[in-house]
Nanobody, 127 residues
């Protein structure tokens, strides 16, 4: 069982920055591919970023490419999402998720392929 806990959300003005953290329990964290997703009111869950087990490979959704950066510290069992140049349309609840069971090394944009989810942290960007 893996437990994930996000933190770092809040209210920020457009153009500002935030860093989200996701702390994971469990000894096998370093073997999990991790993802970040967000969900705005009335919208479907949206893929944001994914990072490989070692942190050397990342993928991003087009709306955040160049503005958001995913990273991880396996010694701290934590994955991060650095968000900059924030826009009002980035307002959402942000979730981290663990892809713990799939074989292979590819990174997935499909939320169905992530087994464990955190409760989320609210990010609100004012104009």
């Amino acid at each position: 069982q893996v437990q994930l806990l996000e933190s770092g959300g809040g209210l920020v003005q457009a153009g500002g920055s935030l860093r989200l953290s996701c702390a994971a329990s469990g000894r096998s964290f370093s073997s999990y591919r991790m993802g970040w997703f967000r969900q705005a009111p009335g919208k479907e869950r949206e893929f944001i970023a994914a990072i490989s087990w070692g942190g050397g490979n990342t993928i991003y959704a087009d709306p955040v490419k160049g503005r958001f950066t995913a990273s991880r510290d396996n010694a701290k069992n934590t994955v991060y999402l650095q968000m900059s140049s924030l826009k009002p349309e980035d307002t959402a609840v942000y979730h981290c998720a663990a892809d713990a069971a799939r074989l292979g090394t590819d990174l997935s944009r499909d939320p169905e392929e992530y087994e464990y989810w955190g409760q989320g942290t609210q990010v609100t960007v004012s104009s």
